[in-house]
């Protein structure tokens, strides 16, 4: 409750408020793109091109905050392949998952005026088992010589044998996942790699949406400076452990009360 709150968390709530409320009216213009973000678009063109399919994989995501931000790349990727009239595969791990993935799927070829060009038959459910996945991933790649492979979101110990899939076939990847243990195989198989927190910035980059940029900006600003807090207390901590006599000590601010 505010009315138990000390001046320290009042004065940080009150910061924090000022810096989301300028950067979501600033919108686009301090939005740096990632490369791999603008390789989603040279992947799909390049799939064009040959006249290859192109594969979007979210592994073994279940319902949560990593599948939702997959799909917000997933429409992005569907409506390029949608212009381009290239035919995209969805290989699926878990039913509930997929009905959402068919769901922005079936919207994104609408958004484009394209509906005629969806076709649910490419979402293919393959097997909730995770190597028993991977093993229908490696044939759908091999059969279909996908120009484009897509792997983004959670991934364990089967990663490698998708990248692999997909570097057999000469397809161009781009992967992300937050998963610290899975980042380096990706880094060693695909053209490009989405590390950690850059999936969840990744939809807010491909969408045209000002607000959804504003807060990847806010978001950073504020990590920027919880770690300038961060510093500043284990530099007092320390010239009060080293000199005994220093006595500046802010932490009134958030212990102390009005």
């Known amino acids: 409750m505010i009315e138990h709150a000390t001046p320290g968390i009042i004065a940080c709530l009150?910061?924090?408020?000022?810096?989301?409320?300028?950067?979501?009216?600033?919108?686009?213009?301090?939005v740096r793109r990632l490369p791999a973000v603008d390789a989603v678009y040279e992947a799909v063109g390049r799939s064009a091109e040959l006249?290859?399919?192109?594969?979007?994989?979210?592994?073994?995501?279940?319902?949560?905050?990593?599948l939702y931000a997959a799909m917000g790349i997933l429409h992005a990727i569907a409506q390029a392949c949608a212009r381009y009239r290239t035919k995209l595969f969805i290989p699926q791990n878990d039913p509930p998952?997929?009905?959402?993935?068919?769901?922005?799927?079936?919207?994104?070829?609408?958004?484009?005026?394209?509906?005629?060009?969806f076709d649910p038959r490419n979402i293919v459910f393959l097997s909730e088992e995770?190597?028993?996945?991977?093993?229908g991933y490696m044939g759908l790649i091999h059969r279909e010589r996908v120009g484009a492979a897509f792997l983004f979101g959670a991934f364990a110990g089967e990663s490698l044998i998708l990248a692999e899939a997909g570097q057999q076939v000469g397809a161009m990847q781009v992967a992300a996942s937050?998963?610290?243990?899975?980042?380096?195989f990706f880094i060693a198989t695909c053209d490009y790699t989405l590390i950690g927190e850059e999936l969840f910035a990744a939809s807010a980059y491909l969408s045209d949406d000002p607000i959804q940029r504003g807060s990847v900006r806010a978001q950073d600003l504020i990590k920027v400076g919880v770690f300038f807090l961060i510093v500043i207390g284990v530099v007092c901590a320390s010239l009060q452990a080293v000199f005994p006599s220093f006595t500046f000590s802010p932490s009134f601010l958030f212990t102390g009360g009005w």
């Open 14 to 30: 009150l910061i924090v408020s000022l810096v989301i409320y300028r950067c979501l009216r600033a919108g686009t213009s301090y």
């Open 51 to 66: 006249g290859r399919p192109v594969s979007f994989s979210t592994g073994l995501s279940s319902v949560g905050p990593v």
């Open 97 to 117: 998952a997929m009905a959402i993935v068919e769901s922005v799927t079936r919207d994104a070829y609408r958004s484009v005026g394209l509906s005629s060009q």
């Open 130 to 135: 995770q190597f028993a996945f991977a093993s």
């Open 178 to 184: 937050v998963s610290p243990e899975q980042v380096a």
